[in-house]
């Protein structure tokens, strides 16, 4: 059984800097130091024990590699591991001996999500035999940004296959290759997606952090299942290269975290230009923001907030996020901010009519995806299974039988397949420019216009789908769980736990394009006066710590 075990020191401190819970677990044999119990253990507080010589980056490897084995064989988090993970933390804790590190990801090993390519041992597939043993020509530019930074690349999280942009009827967090992650909340529990597994293993610290990617709701759905904060950025902010593709106008990529100040540390570094992805050229700042000098508890002062109540709806399942997010309202009333209640989106009868509400059925997603999946197949210098566009992708997945074809379909493939619209032609810029509309001037800028607003606030559950199509971002944090007596309702495949007890949800923050920094501040501040993340444990925890392995 998985749990907590008792800890000969098992104390909770005060962190000042976070205002979050510091608990510790078991003495160090280094120097006699408390350590730091690896489900909480925030970035500042692995970098103190790093900085302490309370323990090492080598220690945090094995210490995180062993929670992975001990749990995945029921969560199926993590696709594969780092061999060289290990010989990475020891040139690390050799530049920190020389008196040398590189920021606060320096010794941190961080899991990404299997679509951010690496030029290593590890394989990059989406979670797909079609790209098994393919080689990129160099790191994906966040991978890099990652290494340049310190961070150790622990390893690939497991996610929906081709981040759910292949079928009509698979299920969040499966892959042919990683098997069915599920969440850690609830036996069974369906762990969102289409980032699934960067969500459960930051949720029980089978790793320090974790790295996926958007198009619409794959970074802020399973933050929001998992009691994460999470960010979505503006798209542009952070460079797509070398990551397997849905839409160029669409995907984004950003951190799921336990804190929000660990998710602005990540953003920090992954920000930034790129000459191979030149929707990064739109960044309006020459320097990236210190995103983390914006977490503070103060954030809230003076802030005026919208709520477009035209937005959220209610059903017969969600009147528990409904009720919190309503008595959200008096926290933010209360840390200063002012809050504008029915801020509605100008047009939301026009987006709901929008056939490219949806990016499954997106038209201008779809071009996208044909276009953009052939050219990440031809940038590999070694592609084994000779796969060089779409139609070579739906062969091998129709004749190979690990892929679960029929039984998991292929429907979003051959609509995309069918169009009668090309990445670049006339009808997709003038479904571009309609797209953008709906995205902006009628939903999320429609209403920070109208009513003059700084931000706006909604149940995560409802955020992605506004924020997607016209690339805006989006800041998720904790708001709470379903009830003990939330009924168990199962997917139709009868293989995941869609909602049942103990369930995280969240609150978003919406702002304009780049304004993360904004955005992360009003999140910070919520984040220190709430706490909602430590008020339920998962039902799955690894018993692994350091102690156990120094």
């Known amino acids: 059984m998985f749990a907590i075990k008792l800890s000969l020191v098992f104390s909770t401190l005060l962190s000042v800097r976070s205002g979050l819970a510091y608990v510790t677990y078991g003495i160090s044999p280094k120097n006699g130091q408390a350590l730091p119990d690896l489900l909480y253990a925030t970035i500042d507080d692995l970098q103190s024990g790093l900085a302490a010589g309370t323990f090492t980056s080598v220690d945090l490897v094995k210490a995180y590699v062993a929670r992975i084995d001990e749990v995945n064989p029921v969560l199926h988090a993590v696709i594969e591991t780092n061999p060289d993970a290990l010989a990475i933390a020891a040139s690390l804790d050799a530049e920190r001996a020389d008196g040398s590190t590189r920021g606060k990801l320096h010794g941190i090993p961080i899991c990404i999500k299997d679509n951010i390519a690496t030029l290593d041992k590890m394989n990059n597939t989406a979670g797909s035999f079609a790209l098994l043993g393919a080689i990129p020509p160099s790191d994906s530019t966040v991978a890099a940004k990652l290494k340049a930074a310190g961070a150790i690349i622990i390893g690939k999280c497991n996610l929906s296959q081709w981040a759910n942009y292949r079928s009509s009827n698979s299920t969040n967090g499966w892959t042919s290759r990683g098997g069915q992650t599920m969440g850690a909340?609830?036996?069974?529990?369906?762990?969102?997606?289409?980032?699934?597994?960067?969500?459960?293993?930051?949720?029980?610290?089978?790793?320090?952090?974790?790295?996926?990617?958007?198009?619409?709701?794959?970074?802020?759905?399973?933050?929001?299942?998992?009691?994460?904060?999470?960010?979505?950025?503006?798209?542009?902010?952070?460079?797509?290269?070398?990551?397997?593709?849905?839409?160029?106008?669409?995907?984004?990529?950003?951190?799921?975290?336990?804190?929000?100040?660990?998710?602005?540390?990540?953003?920090?570094?992954?920000?930034?230009?790129?000459?191979?992805?030149?929707?990064?050229?739109?960044?309006?700042?020459?320097?990236?923001?210190?995103?983390?000098?914006?977490?503070?508890?103060?954030?809230?002062?003076?802030?005026?907030?919208?709520?477009?109540?035209?937005?959220?709806?209610?059903?017969?399942?969600?009147?528990?996020?409904?009720?919190?997010?309503?008595?959200?309202?008096?926290?933010?009333?209360?840390?200063?901010?002012?809050?504008?209640?029915?801020?509605?989106?100008?047009?939301?009868?026009?987006?709901?009519?929008?056939?490219?509400?949806?990016?499954?059925?997106?038209?201008?997603?779809?071009?996208?995806?044909?276009?953009?999946?052939?050219?990440?197949?031809?940038?590999?210098?070694?592609?084994?299974?000779?796969?060089?566009?779409?139609?070579?992708?739906?062969?091998?997945?129709?004749?190979?039988?690990?892929?679960?074809?029929?039984?998991?379909?292929?429907?979003?493939?051959?609509?995309?397949a069918s169009l009668n619209i090309t990445m670049g032609d006339a009808d997709y810029y003038a479904a571009l420019l309609q797209q953008y509309y709906y995205g902006s001037n009628a939903t999320i800028l429609g209403a920070l216009e109208t009513y003059d607003l700084d931000a706006l606030i909604i149940p995560s559950s409802m955020s992605p789908g506004y924020a997607a199509i016209a690339g805006y971002p989006i800041v998720t944090v904790p708001l709470g769980y379903y009830p003990a007596t939330t009924n168990v309702t199962y997917n139709s495949r009868g293989t995941l736990v869609e909602l049942g007890p103990n369930f995280p949800f969240g609150l978003s923050f919406y702002g304009r394009r780049f304004s993360e920094a904004t955005l992360v501040k009003y999140a910070c501040a919520f984040e220190a006066a709430t706490n909602y993340r430590q008020l339920r444990d998962p039902y799955i925890i690894p018993n692994i710590q350091l102690v156990d392995v120094m």
């Open 185 to 416: 909340y609830y036996p069974m529990q369906d762990p969102s997606g289409s980032s699934s597994g960067p969500g459960v293993v930051s949720s029980i610290g089978l790793a320090a952090a974790a790295v996926g990617t958007e198009t619409s709701g794959s970074i802020i759905s399973p933050s929001s299942r998992n009691s994460l904060t999470g960010i979505k950025p503006s798209v542009g902010l952070t460079s797509r290269y070398l990551v397997v593709p849905i839409s160029q106008t669409q995907d984004t990529i950003g951190p799921l975290t336990r804190t929000m100040m660990d998710a602005a540390y990540i953003l920090s570094v992954i920000a930034g230009e790129d000459s191979h992805d030149n929707y990064t050229s739109a960044i309006p700042f020459e320097t990236i923001p210190d995103y983390a000098a914006e977490c503070t508890s103060e954030g809230l002062k003076n802030a005026k907030i919208g709520i477009p109540r035209n937005a959220i709806t209610v059903s017969s399942t969600n009147g528990p996020e409904i009720t919190a997010f309503n008595a959200s309202i008096d926290v933010f009333k209360k840390l200063g901010a002012t809050i504008v209640d029915n801020a509605d989106f100008p047009d939301l009868a026009g987006y709901m009519n929008f056939t490219g509400a949806g990016y499954t059925t997106d038209p201008v997603v779809g071009a996208d995806f044909v276009y953009d999946v052939a050219n990440y197949f031809n940038e590999m210098t070694t592609n084994p299974n000779h796969i060089i566009n779409l139609q070579q992708l739906i062969n091998f997945t129709e004749t190979y039988p690990p892929e679960d074809y029929p039984d998991r379909n292929i429907a979003t493939w051959l609509g995309a």
